[in-house]
């Protein structure tokens, strides 16, 4: 007999919807036992999706989507979402190459209306569809779904500002699961939110709203402050209402009961404007070992469903990550100076570390990455030496800031970029592609790639010293190359790289983490008989010429080689050489890059294999640049 009676049932919501309210709870168990299951196989971000799943049937059940556009904010919470649209036969395959995308994605479905990693897009987003509706003169509701933690961003604030303004009819779900402001939640609560959420309580509130606006001048406006502060008073909406929403809650985001009659009534609402319903739910919920958990299982590998314990393999070497946060703590603790900021991810970038030692120098502001650089920004300009430690995805998000409070002001902010380069099972969205471009074309920045954990430990050191600029320091994510570590690091001579091989047919100019490939590359060219140089560049910006100039002179094949996309670092080789009138005098030269597409969730070992950033890849590009064909060399020996 199947264990998931009610949900072998629904393929999709529409057949959720033939299912009697009653069911719904014991459909919910169900729901969350298959999202456990899943993930157990796969990892993932499990306890966002747990902490979910009363909301997430509600509002299949309520609204009638695809129809009505649900738009969940980054997307870490849309498992359950997945399983009840049609993709519960392929949830196995979450974040798997060619398999589901461990977010929502246009491409994947049409109950994904707006793709989502990044947080707090989803109201600006839902506004578009919202606009686009009444222009088109269509109608069906518009929901979004936001977690507390994505409404630390300025741009939800900015979204919310814009439809309050509009008056668009819009309705935005707050999932809080950690807010503090939240009330306790009760019967009394929801039977508050029930009632105010109900059409008879607001047709009182908008006679009361015309019957204050009777009363002449200042009578006006004090029966209208009355009024609003009198339901602040009792839901401690006030701040939402300030921004132009009707403001609904809270409600147990758990109990169907409550739910489920609340959404009724702000579905069926004849209320024009927006409308912000306050739903508090627990990340993690229903499975103990996600509950119990510091960070409630928000990223999990593969799992014991029954204990909670992890698959993790045993690691090789230090992580880059831990290695950085070391580098950091030993700075620190010479130089009072130092202070360490993050944009939510203290564990992810190591700052938690950092943080135990120094917790008065230690920063997470949120998500809000734009503030954190211009904070940065204050702090060096105030004598101060701050590290911005920030995944390279996630400070795209703030490039105006790097470039108009920190580039132009030429203020000595040290970025380290975490997640550099490929990143595995977050796909697209997440992979550390642009930074080396993108900070690349900014006058005045040095930037620095580590090719090794002991490399990184130099750079920390290095950016220490940097005072009169800004600098960036790139490097992977996962384990290092396992090489031993000094007890501290010795800061770098700014923009001079270093030669690992010296060969005379190939040369391999390496920048980043790829460097161990190279080398493996070189020694296959020397089994064929063709030598070869490798080189580490370190340093982007600014370029070492010298060493540039030598390799052209020196070799038939010049081969750059970077976890970045096109327009970095290859590109400033090729820029100085044009310049000097190398390119043609001196060796082909063959950029290596990342391709000009975006790349899906995958393991990085075989997308760099795929892409020809592996050791075969390198020898393939030096054999294609020197005229051979694979059978045209043979071993030296031979």
Known sequence: MSKTPLLDKVSTPSDLRLLEEGDLQALAEELRTETIDAVSHTGGHLGAGLGVVELTLALHYIFDTPQDKLIWDVGHQCYPHKILTGRRDRIRTLRQEGGLSGFTSRKESEYDPFGAAHSSTSISAGLGYAIARD???????????????????????????????????????????????????????????KLLSSQSYQSVRSFGKSLSQRFPGALQKAAQRAEEYARGFLTGGTLFEELGFYYVGPVDGHNLNHLLPVLKNVRDTEHDGPILVH???????????????????????????????????????????????????????????????????????????????????TFDVGIAEQHGVTFCGGLAAAGMRPFATIYSTFLQRAYDQV?????????????????????????????????????????????????????????????????????????????????????????????????????????????GGRLGEALKAADELAARGLSATVADARFAKPLDTDLVRRLSAEHEVLLTLEEGAIGGFGSQVMYWLAGEGLLESGAKVRPLYLPDHFIDHGKPDK???????????????????????????????A
Do not use: W
Request: hydrophobic fraction near 40%; proline fraction near 5%; include cysteine.
């Open 279 to 361: 739903a508090v739910t627990q990340k993690g919920k229903g499975y103990p070992p996600a509950e119990e958990a510091k960070d409630k299982y928000h990223g999990v590998a593969k799992f014991d469903v029954v204990t909670g314990e992890q698959a993790k393999a045993e690691p090789k070497a230090p992580s880059y990550t831990s290695v950085y946060a070391k580098a950091l703590i030993g700075e620190a603790e010479r130089d009072e100076r130092i202070v360490a900021i993050t944009a939510a991810m203290p564990s992810g970038t190591g700052l938690d570390k950092f943080g135990e030692h120094f917790p008065e120098r």
């Open 403 to 511: 470039v108009h409070d920190i580039a132009i002001q030429s203020l000595p902010v040290r970025f380290a970029i975490d997640r550099a380069g490929l990143v595995g099972a977050d796909g697209a969205t997440h992979q550390g592609s642009y930074d080396i471009t993108y900070l690349g074309c900014l006058p005045g920045f040095i930037l620095m790639a580590a090719s090794d954990e002991a490399e990184l430990m130099h750079m920390v050191a290095t950016q220490v010293q940097i005072d009169d600029r800004p600098s960036a320091l790139r490097y992977p994510r996962g384990e290092g190359q396992g090489v031993e570590l000094p007890e501290q690091g010795v800061p770098l001579e700014i923009g001079k790289g270093r030669i690992l091989r010296e060969g005379t047919k190939v040369a391999i100019l390496s920048y």
């Open 607 to 637: 997308q760099y294999q795929a892409i020809g950033l592996s050791a075969e890849g390198i020898v393939a590009s030096a054999l294609r640049s020197l005229g051979y064909n694979d059978a045209d060399t043979r071993p030296a020996t």
């Open 135 to 193: 222009l088109k003169q269509e109608d069906h509701r518009v929901v979004c779904v936001i977690g507390d933690g994505a409404m630390s961003a300025g741009m939800a604030y900015e979204a919310m500002n814009n439809a309050g303004a509009r008056n668009s009819r819009l309705i935005v779900i707050l999932n809080d699961n950690d807010m503090s402001i939240a009330p306790p939640v009760g019967a009394m609560s929801a039977h508050l939110s």
